[in-house]
DNA sequence: GTGTAAGCGAGACGGTACGTCGTGTCTTGGA
DNA sequence: TCCAAGACACGACGTACCGTCTCGCTTACAC
């Protein structure tokens, strides 16, 4: 990746990117998606619009960058060699996603809306945030399955997409999602 | 208040929301909702531009609105008199909304998409679509734990998220939803 | 005239025209012609679109009529029986109609206007408001001339034009027509 | 100070407000001022319509820059120098002036128009067309006073308010202006 | 140290759509 | 037959954004 500079000609400067990035997001997360405009970001960021379209295609793919880079710094992989019972597991873990919806719930909302019309940018968000995500239950479960905390014939993928599914549905109809839910979702799957 | 006739002036053209509603509707269907303009409606309706902002403030609300006039038109409650097994009922009553999932997945898609960024939208499609679904779904549930078909401890609330949550977060991923997904689910709900 | 009433059906109301009139004049020197809409007008006489185009087949026609009620109340014949020169009569009549330009400049410039583009409005405004006036100046100076106070080999009709010329010439460049020009035209003329 | 240009940024494409002002001139010239859209304009110059409005704020601005490109480039200032009678030189200007009168007469009006709704269109459409014009006839005069071809007590404003009044007064009435008056005008200014 | 190629700001450009306004006509029910 | 109310088709308006383009200037490496 580093091989690739061409090395001929004057280098991008690389904060402009950064600039871009933090712009977009931040008036993103504070307008919606659709609300901010290219110029907008451009201008706030002092950058020129051409420079915006020598780094991205599009206005999502500048965004998705920017929230990829924020939401992966904050994945936390739960720790599969502990002896804590798999329940109390998957519990903290959808309790420490929740506290990012809480936060990011609009922007998600967004990329939701974004990726519903934009099949490129719902690939690529379903790549990089959203099944990473799911991998990580699908993971926990089957650990869990193997050290018979779960029975052997629980359908996996289905739960996975129950688990999943019950805090999307509450994201994208806009209700609450408590840190509650968290418990009653690890229960009823280990019940 | 359903009798709120104004009676004075010319009356407003049925035939004009009509037209509208179903031009619309198709180009939705055919191209997806943000691919299609204000004009491109009214032109093919052989409407002027007003006459649909007299009745419509945005495209969205338009839109609903057909939606609604064709989906309303299919839901259909099961049957709770009959002796079938709850079981069965949800997988009937499953397999029917994906059958129109199949079709109608895009337009879904658009309306997921207009109500992150318009909240007004997204309580007109929470109380209009969603929730009278996810209504069907809790009674069935209730009425299966009545007759002992299900668990009286399992947590109703929940299931109903988990159930519709499943379908919701293939569809909003892009993902396809097969009718054996039905009977997967009413499977695990009944396990 | 009044012989053509059909007597048939509701008789028109005639207050409604009289209320189109006054509003519409007054929103004119408000606000010039150009610059009112028929919907202000209707809307503030209180009386519906259709009433007004009973009436008058355009806006022009309208305003026309209600600005020619209130000028031509005010035009007053030279008295061509007193002794008083005929330099003194033309000095007196012209300082009377500076007097009203004053005042109706603004709405006189509307019409100017409106008779640019609309060579209807333009013959009407001509024969009903501007010829009249110059008949009573040509008038005069035959008169001065049968007395001997005129050479007779002027060209009456150009110096007609000359006089009128002046201050619609200063009119419609948004100059000031002060009285003392009303001297210096009248003492020109019978140098 | 003419230095201005900033030469930062896409420079204006000056073939745009060639084609432009072309296009509308020839509209206007054809159809009326009013008669013509800026839809019409720069559909008709192939450029789009922001472009319009980067180079002028109105229509108005457009036609009469347009326009001034074209009559000012037909001012032809008699030559003082001559030893032709003053009063020749004034019929052979009026004349010249005349000619332009006829074909320019509508759009003239329309600018005549312009100029009563709006007061800066005024202030330009003086300064930059009737003013020069005036100041020719008044150094004429002037300088058949200085020669002894004119009376020295003539009121040499009211004299050039009533030559350009005269031809003025015809044109925003409507009437012709024939070449004949260039003779008329010009006897009784020198008898 | 100079040539050359890319980066960059500024901002013009052709397009496309927007939501609003004004026109003159039409359509009701009631006077 | 008139009227108030207001819907309607039409057409123009000025604005906003898009993604591309064209300048003059600024790097930075390669010769």
Same mark, same amino acid.
Do not use: C
């Given at each position: 990746?580093? *091989?690739?500079?061409?090395?001929?000609?004057? $280098?991008?400067?690389?904060?402009? /990117? =950064?600039?871009?990035?933090?712009?977009?997001?931040?008036? %993103?997360?504070?307008?919606? #998606?659709?609300?901010?405009? !290219? =110029?907008?970001?451009?201008?706030?960021?002092? %950058?020129?619009? *051409? =420079?915006? #379209?020598?780094?991205?295609? =599009?206005?999502?793919?500048?965004?998705? &960058?920017?929230?990829?880079?924020?939401?992966?710094?904050?994945?936390?992989?739960?720790? @599969?060699?502990?002896?804590? /019972?798999?329940?109390?597991?998957?519990? &903290? +873990?959808?309790?420490? !996603?929740?506290?990012? @919806?809480?936060?990011?719930?609009? /922007?998600?909302? /967004?990329?939701?809306?974004?990726?519903?019309?934009?099949?490129?940018?719902?690939?690529?968000? #379903?790549?990089?945030?959203?099944?990473?995500?799911?991998? !990580? %239950?699908?993971? @926990?479960?089957?650990?869990?399955?193997?050290?018979?905390?779960?029975? $052997?014939?629980?359908?996996?993928?289905?739960?996975?997409?129950?688990?999943?599914?019950? +805090?999307? #549905?509450?994201?994208?109809?806009? *209700?609450? !999602? $408590?840190?509650?839910?968290?418990?009653?979702?690890?229960?009823? %799957? +280990?019940?």
């Amino acid at each position: 990746m580093s *091989q690739e500079k061409s090395s001929v000609g004057r $280098p991008k400067n690389e904060a402009a /990117s =950064t600039a871009l990035k933090e712009v977009a997001l931040n008036l %993103v997360m504070q307008k919606g #998606y659709d609300a901010v405009s !290219i =110029t907008e970001i451009v201008n706030g960021a002092g %950058v020129s619009r *051409q =420079t915006l #379209y020598n780094r991205w295609a =599009t206005k999502a793919e500048l965004v998705l &960058d920017a929230f990829f880079e924020l939401a992966n710094r904050r994945v936390e992989m739960p720790d @599969l060699k502990s002896q804590t /019972s798999r329940q109390t597991l998957l519990s &903290d +873990f959808l309790k420490q !996603i929740f506290l990012h @919806l809480e936060k990011d719930g609009d /922007s998600l909302g /967004s990329f939701v809306s974004a990726a519903q019309s934009d099949h490129d940018f719902r690939e690529k968000f #379903y790549t990089r945030f959203v099944a990473p995500r799911a991998d !990580i %239950v699908r993971k @926990l479960l089957k650990d869990a399955q193997s050290r018979g905390e779960l029975a $052997p014939d629980k359908n996996i993928e289905l739960w996975t997409a129950f688990i999943h599914g019950a +805090f999307w #549905y509450r994201l994208i109809n806009g *209700q609450p !999602i $408590p840190q509650d839910l968290a418990n009653e979702i690890a229960e009823e %799957v +280990f019940r």
